[in-house]
């Protein structure tokens, strides 16, 4: 395997990636399942649905998506524990709420824009293995 690879791509811990994989794969299948909904629940009511490019433009984004999460997450991460590091946190009932609905809030969008956010990633990924090489 070429060291390039060695540091970005396979450079993650390997419980790290299969970890927010799964979550991926959980995001991707309720996406995936949501856009046939809307399509077959378009068809039905007699509209046009939705247009067969745009749904399989939006399965490939998705699959590409759940592959790239755990680099997404891994940069959130380091980039979470530069500014905060290991700091505790206690607060009140409501804004715990408002808290974890910020904190879904941003893991979808690390999710959607993974395909942008893994290169980066990859990037940081490979100054930090280095070390190790």
């Known amino acids: ?3 390039i690879l ?3 791509v396979f450079g993650l811990n390997n419980r790290f990636y299969i970890k927010y994989f799964i979550y991926g ?3 991707a299948a309720f996406l995936w399942l949501s856009i046939d909904y809307i399509h077959k629940n378009a068809i039905e009511q007699g509209k046009a649905g939705l247009d067969t490019t745009y749904i399989w433009f939006n399965r490939i984004w998705v699959g590409l998506s759940a592959l790239l999460y755990p680099y997404a997450r891994y940069l959130y991460a380091k980039i979470w524990g530069f500014f905060f590091g290991e700091s505790e946190w206690y607060l009140g009932g409501i804004l715990l709420l ?3 609905y910020f904190k ?3 893991r979808v969008c690390l999710f959607l824009f993974a395909v942008f956010i893994a290169p980066i990633a990859w990037l940081v990924l490979y100054f930090d293995n280095r070390k190790f090489y």
């Open 1 to 3: 395997m070429p060291k």
């Open 6 to 8: 060695a540091l970005t």
């Open 25 to 27: 794969v959980l995001l």
């Open 98 to 100: 408002l808290v974890y």
């Open 104 to 106: 879904l809030m941003v």
